[in-house]
């Protein structure tokens, strides 16, 4: 039996979330196949026929799949459930958003943000935002799986050489209607995507302050920007920005935190990232057991001083 990874796209090409969910599905010891759900998504389709590690990419088009909706990408995943062992979905805001679903309709257990693949049904996954780790086998025949694609290296995106296969589209149930969309245009990098991530607490004091203060080390590093929740909540920064257990998981190359004290919740989010920068004044703050280096120091003098130093 192979395992059917469920890519994320836009139609025109594989977001990398996809890439990670493939490495994931490749340990489950099963050959890897890839659906993509879309709407004149023949592009994207090609995307990952390319994946490294892909043996078939299953191609189903129609309108109703066109934004992504839940319901009818839940139901074409039912529909060709039956073939596989196991369904493979990344962790994000689209594959939570189906992946139960597809659990309720197979009536199987979902197993949520797995982080290492210890068997075809055993896998780990963090409970109690990180400080702890859980093994969790499953006896059911399907597997419904969400990834935390920090856990996972991504496959190559070139390389592979797999078979398109057209399918035929499922039923859209009709429960859910696109209705319109309004999205924020952001210069920087997708948050989840950024290699390196400058990130700013509450004690940057106000919106005014945090661009201020933020913006030009970002803009030195083509860093994008983050806030731990005690930052958003405070409205000094926007929802999208938000890292931690109950925002986005993050593992960049380097994560810069300034004024952060390093709440449990914020630490689940960030982490694995590979190198962590932490600059805040309270030398007991939890931030710096998890750096890798600790700056002490006020950061609206340690922060304007850096950038200067980066020229």
């Known amino acids: 039996m192979a395992a059917l990874v469920i890519a994320e796209h836009d139609n025109k090409s594989i977001k990398g979330a996809t890439l990670n969910t493939v490495t994931a599905a490749a ?17 994207a389709a090609q995307a990952a026929a390319q994946i490294a590690g892909v043996a078939k990419v299953l191609h189903a088009d129609a309108p109703a799949f066109e934004h992504g909706l839940a319901e ?3 139901a074409q995943v039912v529909a060709l459930a039956k073939g596989y062992s196991h369904l493979v979905f990344p962790a994000t805001a689209a594959g939570k ?3 139960p679903r597809v659990a309720a309709l197979l009536d199987v257990g979902q197993i949520s943000d797995v982080t290492k693949v210890l068997g075809a049904d055993t896998f780990e996954r963090p409970i109690y935002a990180g400080n702890a780790i859980a093994t969790v086998q499953t006896a059911d025949a399907t597997k419904v799986l969400t990834v935390r694609t920090t856990g996972f290296d991504p496959a190559a995106a070139s390389g592979g050489s797999a078979s398109v296969e057209t399918v035929s589209a499922a039923a859209d149930p009709g429960l ?16 989840t995507a950024a290699k390196i991530i400058v990130s700013g ?6 919106e005014e302050k945090f661009n201020e203060v933020l913006t030009p080390l970002a803009d030195k590093l083509g860093a994008a920007l983050g806030a731990s929740r ?45 190198v962590i920068v932490a600059i805040n004044k309270d030398p007991e ?14 950061l609206f003098v ?10």
Not at 27 to 43: I, M, R
Not at 201 to 206: E, I, K, P, V, W
Not at 285 to 298: K, N, Q, R, T
């Open 72 to 74: 009818p990408v839940a």
């Open 97 to 99: 958003n189906v992946a």
């Open 201 to 206: 607490g509450r004690a940057l004091g106000s």
């Open 27 to 43: 340990a489950c010891g099963s050959e890897v196949h890839v659906l993509v759900a879309g709407h004149n998504a023949a592009a």
């Open 230 to 274: 005690a930052a958003v909540d405070a409205g000094y920064a926007p929802n999208d920005w938000q890292v931690g257990q109950t925002g986005k998981i993050v593992a960049p190359q380097l994560y810069i935190a300034c004024g952060i004290s390093g709440a449990i919740q914020h630490l689940a989010g960030m982490k694995d990232s590979k």
């Open 176 to 191: 859910s209607t696109f209705k319109g969309s309004e999205i924020a245009k952001n210069d920087r990098p997708e948050l």
């Open 285 to 298: 703050a939890p931030i710096f057991s998890v750096a890798d280096y600790g700056l002490e120091a006020d």
């Open 302 to 311: 340690a922060v304007p001083e850096l950038v200067k130093a980066l020229g």
